[in-house]
């Protein structure tokens, strides 16, 4: 992650309300407006943080919340499909006997692998929520 995605992160994570004006984070990391800005498209566009705006109000709120990471994963696990599907098209069209086909469908095999392996894990997770709030009610 670079080093001001993981600044604004933080900053983000470590405040009560888990939101954030861009006039807070230029404030509170004394950087630019057009760091912020550029930071926020890149954490919103891998689902690390979302925007909110205050109902009547003009400014944008940066927000961090219990989905983070689930959100996070849910992107990566998709970007993870497609790379893994262009890997297995990459590898026919070569051919499996030539060196790059052979990259190409290892490459495949691999990020299959890591997309079923996050199936899974996302499975777990929402039958740990699911337990976790039926023993609430």
């Known amino acids: 992650m670079p080093r001001m995605a993981a600044r604004v992160l933080a900053c983000l994570y470590v405040t009560d309300s888990g939101n954030l004006t861009a006039a807070d984070l230029v404030q509170r990391l004394r950087v630019s ?36 990471w689930v959100r996070s994963t849910l992107a990566a696990l998709h970007m993870n499909d497609h790379l893994a599907a262009a890997s297995q098209h990459a590898a026919e069209i070569l051919g499996a006997a030539t060196p790059a086909g052979a990259r190409f469908g290892v490459a495949a095999e691999f990020l299959h692998l890591v997309s079923a392996s996050l199936g899974q894990v996302m499975e777990q997770w929402q039958q740990n929520q699911a337990d976790r709030n039926a023993g609430r009610q």
């Open 33 to 68: 407006p057009a760091s912020i800005s550029q930071t926020v498209a890149l954490l919103e566009q891998q689902g690390l943080l979302k925007r909110e705006r205050t109902p009547g109000g003009r400014r944008e709120r940066y927000v961090v919340d219990d989905e983070l």
